[in-house]
């Protein structure tokens, strides 16, 4: 069974600080997707990422796919009271019918200070 | 936004009542899901459809039953609610392929007295 595990599962911090959060599993991923949840709402794309090593950036975050393609993590600078929400990463799973059905992470909750 | 709705978006009901949600989407895409969401657990898939009438199980699948009779409707039941299944539900859909981005509607809240 794939599964993908985040940490931490709670952060709490000041506006203007750095953070990280890792999604880590035992087995390959051929791409993996980070989603921002807000309250109320379903989870929103921030990015996929796709080639081992690859190291993507939007605006203020950062995010990298370990070079063994079997974990990922978001780098945020300078965090903003606006980046408070709840962080899942995203796998392809293996489906017997060769089907595409998508794995979520545990989900790390943040909350940004102001 | 992708056109993608669920309903109802809340609902109560007592244990052992069947249960059906409602997805519906705008954007022709190929593939539909139904997840759960409880704290703790992140996303949790519980069924799948690829295409009209083809589904398969995801890994929470036990007491739910899904449908897609046609492209843009994708119907999650609950034969016998018990407490246990009170969570939000959220849909999403994808055009297919590896990479291909999930689009979430906004959720139902079930609750099981």
């Known amino acids: 069974t794939q599964l993908l595990e985040q940490s931490p599962q709670f952060l709490s911090i000041q506006e203007g600080e750095n953070l990280t959060v890792y999604c880590n599993s035992s087995?390959?991923?051929?791409?993996l997707q980070w989603y921002r949840q807000e309250p109320g709402e379903g989870p929103v794309l921030l990015v996929t990422?796709?080639?081992?090593?690859e190291v993507k950036k939007l605006k203020r975050l950062t995010f990298q796919f370990g070079d063994a393609r079997k974990d990922s993590s978001l780098h945020i600078t300078a965090a903003q009271p606006g980046d408070t929400g709840l962080y899942l990463c995203?796998?392809?799973?293996?489906?017997?019918?060769?089907?595409?059905?998508?794995?979520f992470g545990t989900g790390t909750r943040l909350k940004v200070l102001a | 936004d992708a056109g993608i709705t669920q309903s109802p978006r809340h609902k109560v009901t007592e244990t052992g009542t069947p249960v059906t949600l409602r997805c519906h989407q705008t954007?022709?895409?190929?593939?539909m899901y139904w997840y759960r969401q409880d704290p703790g657990h992140g996303l949790r898939l519980i069924h799948y459809?690829?295409?009209?009438?083809?589904?398969d199980k995801g890994e929470v699948s036990d007491g739910y039953s899904v449908s897609r009779s046609k492209t843009e409707d994708f119907l999650l039941t609950l034969e016998s609610a018990t407490s246990s299944q009170t969570s939000v539900y959220f849909c999403?859909?994808?055009?297919?392929?590896?990479?291909?981005?999930?689009?979430f509607g906004n959720g139902t809240r079930l609750t099981v007295t």
């Open positions: 999403a859909i994808s055009r297919g392929g590896n990479n291909s981005p999930l689009h």
């Open positions: 087995s390959v991923f051929s791409s």
């Open positions: 990422v796709v080639t081992g090593g």
């Open positions: 995203a796998g392809p799973g293996v489906s017997t019918s060769g089907t595409y059905k998508y794995i």
């Open positions: 954007e022709n895409h190929r593939y």
């Open positions: 459809s690829y295409g009209v009438k083809d589904t």
